[in-house]
C-alpha cells in the first residue's frame, strides 16, 4: 500500500478539527457477522434483506420478519468488536487529547463500535437490542423472548400494539435529531472516513459527498469500489482493520 496515502491520511487526521467517520456494514465483516447484502444464508437466502426490513413486511408477516432478527442477534451475540472498531474507538480517544472532536455515525444496529469503546456515536438505523412498538412508537426496555411457534408475538403494555426491533426500516424516516446532528457536523467535517459501506442506502449514502461538497478530505476504506469512490481524495482498497490499526496503531 503506498506509504505517501498513508501518509497524508496521518497528516489530514492530526491537523483535521473535525472527523466525522461514516461506517458501514463492512466494518463487522471482519466480526464474523455478514454484510448486509450477503447477510442472507441458510433459511434466510431465499429472503431479499431490502424486502424483510419493511414495515410492509411486518405487517405481513411478523413472526418471519422477527425470526429474522432473532437470527441476526443471535450472530451479533457471538460476535466480538475486531481491531477496526477498536482503531475507532482509540482514534476517538486520540482527538479527544489533541482537542479536536470526531463523531462516529454508523449505518450499523450490531452494538458493536459501542462495545468497543466507541462514546460520540450515532446509530443512523437504530440498535437491533432495543425495541419499541410498531403501533405507538413507544420504547420497550429490554429484550422480547424468542419467538416459538405458538408464543404469541410481544404485545406494547400500553396500546396492546406488536413489539418490533427498535431499526430503520425500508421506507421509513430515520430518526430526526440524530440526522440533523450527522448532517451539521458532516459539513463542517475537515475529514470524512467512509468506511466499509457501498454508500448505496440514503440519505446516510449522500453524507460523504456532502462533506466532500463542503471542502472536506474524503477518505474512502473498502476492499471495492462503491458510487463516492471516483470522488474520494483518498481511497484504500483494503480490508477496514487492515488500515485502521495501520494509521492508529495500538
Ligand atoms: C428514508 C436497518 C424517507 C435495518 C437499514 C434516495 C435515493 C435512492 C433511494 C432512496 C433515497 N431516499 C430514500 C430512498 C429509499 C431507501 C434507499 O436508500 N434505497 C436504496 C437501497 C435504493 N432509503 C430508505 O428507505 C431510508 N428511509 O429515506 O425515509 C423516505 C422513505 C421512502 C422513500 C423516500 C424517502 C431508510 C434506509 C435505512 C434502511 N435500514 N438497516 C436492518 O439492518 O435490518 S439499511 C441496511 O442496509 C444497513 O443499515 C446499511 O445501511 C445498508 C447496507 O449497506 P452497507 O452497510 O453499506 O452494507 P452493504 O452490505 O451494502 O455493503 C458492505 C460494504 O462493505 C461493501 O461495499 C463491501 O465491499 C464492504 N466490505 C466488506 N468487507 C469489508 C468491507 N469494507 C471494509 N472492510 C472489510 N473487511
Known amino acids: 500500500m503506498s506509504e505517501a496515502k498513508i501518509h497524508n491520511l496521518n ?10 467517520v461514516l461506517t458501514g456494514a463492512g466494518i463487522s465483516a471482519e466480526s464474523g457477522i455478514p454484510t448486509f447484502r450477503d447477510a442472507q444464508t441458510g433459511i434466510w437466502a431465499k429472503y431479499d434483506p431490502q424486502e424483510l426490513a419493511s414495515p410492509r413486511a411486518f405487517r405481513e408477516q411478523p413472526r418471519t420478519v422477527l425470526r429474522w432478527y432473532e437470527w441476526r442477534r443471535n450472530l451479533i451475540d457471538q460476535a466480538q468488536p475486531n481491531p477496526a472498531h477498536k482503531a475507532l474507538a482509540r482514534l476517538e480517544r486520540r482527538t479527544r487529547k489533541q482537542n479536536q472532536s470526531l463523531l462516529l455515525i454508523t449505518q450499523n444496529i450490531d452494538d458493536l ?12 438505523h437504530g440498535n437491533i437490542y432495543r425495541h419499541k412498538c410498531f403501533q405507538c412508537d413507544r420504547p420497550r426496555e429490554g429484550t422480547i423472548s424468542p419467538i416459538d411457534e405458538d408464543s404469541g408475538l410481544q404485545r406494547c403494555p400500553a396500546c396492546n400494539g406488536l413489539l418490533r426491533p427498535d431499526v430503520v426500516w425500508f421506507g421509513e424516516s430515520l430518526p430526526e435529531k440524530e440526522l440533523q446532528r450527522a448532517f451539521s457536523f458532516t459539513t463542517r467535517s475537515d475529514v470524512f472516513l467512509s468506511v466499509g459501506t457501498s454508500a448505496l442506502v440514503h440519505p446516510a449514502a449522500s453524507l460523504p459527498l456532502l462533506a466532500a461538497d463542503n471542502g472536506a478530505t474524503l477518505v474512502e476504506i473498502n476492499p471495492e469500489s462503491t458510487p463516492i469512490t471516483e470522488r474520494a481524495d483518498l481511497v484504500f482498497h483494503s480490508p477496514a482493520s487492515q488500515i485502521l490499526t495501520d494509521i492508529i496503531p495500538e
Open 113 to 124: 463500535h459501542r462495545k468497543a469503546g466507541s462514546e460520540n456515536l450515532i446509530e443512523l
Open 11 to 20: 497528516k489530514a487526521l492530526r491537523t483535521a478539527s473535525r472527523i466525522a
